[in-house]
């Protein structure tokens, strides 16, 4: 087989998970499910009762992080034409709109497309990112929202993308991240994994060359800091089960030390990057423009 997001036929066996396999990509560094869902699959998985279950919740975090989302879009270019590729049930295309962006969303669940025309008004596309197409240069800003690692062929949606931005636009990514400390630490435990739902498993490296090979020019690529790092320095080994109760009296009795501490760590300034490199969070966030 041949990795989809660089084009390197060096794939390897890497792990497996419950029933679920994944092959690595020696060449970019991303993992991969294998074998990869079909069609059919990918409708079942994500029908009506994906969303439905979690729908309150959903649409909470929607409305809490939706917000942040539109700002940080906007540090890097002012409002125009947006696409948000997976965009659900349109919380955040809801947002940009109240902002000054004209909107386009691509879903593939009709059922999550048809709740975001009727719940927001936004147009939305109800087909996969491979499928769907728009004349060249027609985006000022194209987003994926925890999106990029639940599509079968990310390596054939970013091409697309660098087509369909204009040459001055923006690709703005947040996708989980598999080398991060939490998975290290965790192993297969590890919730980020959430196979047969994530396809792809991404590291700062593989997002790195994936846009790359895409044509895009990496901007930024912000993992944070794993939130367990400070029960790394209150334990002499990190998550021990005859630990967790000393574990969760230490955070209780310190909230000011564990504050203070998230907050230096994610400052630009010592010590900030060395607790960004050693303990790298589940998340990144990655801004990208053509090259």
């Known amino acids: ?21 994944l092959v690595r990509c020696r060449d970019c560094g991303v ?4 074998p990869p869902p079909t069609d059919a699959d990918m409708r079942e998985l994500y ?46 295309l809801a947002e940009a709109a109240q902002r000054g962006w004209q909107v386009k969303g691509i879903e593939v669940s009709p059922w999550a497309a048809e709740e975001a025309r009727r719940r927001h008004g936004v147009e939305v596309i109800a087909e996969s990112a491979t499928d769907a197409d728009f004349p060249e240069g027609t985006f000022d800003a194209i987003t994926f929202w925890d999106a990029l690692e639940h599509l079968p062929q990310p390596g054939t949606v970013l091409r697309r993308c660098r087509r369909w931005l204009k040459p001055d636009g923006v690709l703005v990514i947040r996708v989980v991240n598999c080398g991060s400390y939490n998975a290290t630490v965790l192993g297969i435990r590890w919730r980020g994994w959430a196979v047969p739902y994530h ?10 060359a994936g846009l790359r090979a895409a044509g895009f020019e990496t901007a930024h690529v912000d993992t944070g800091v794993s939130t367990v790092f400070f029960r790394f320095l209150i334990a002499p080994i990190a998550f021990p089960s005859h630990h967790a109760k000393l574990i969760r009296a230490a955070e209780r009795s310190c909230p000011r030390l564990r504050k ?16 960004r490199r050693i303990f790298p969070g589940p998340v990144m966030d990655i801004t990208a423009r053509p090259c």
């Open 47 to 92: 029908d009506k009762s994906y969303f439905a279950s979690k729908y309150v919740e959903t649409q909470q975090l929607a409305a809490r992080s939706a917000p942040k989302r539109v700002a940080w879009v906007e540090r890097f270019t002012s409002a125009g034409v947006l696409l948000d590729i997976g965009c659900g049930t349109g919380g955040f």
């Open 1 to 21: 087989m041949t990795c989809n997001l660089c084009g390197s036929f060096h794939v390897h066996p890497w792990k497996h998970i419950r029933e679920w396999r």
């Open 260 to 275: 203070h501490l998230g907050q230096m760590a994610h400052k630009d300034r010592w010590p900030g990057p060395l607790l």
């Open 199 to 208: 396809l792809f498993h991404f590291s700062p490296r593989s997002i790195r």
């Open 31 to 34: 993992g991969m499910l294998h």
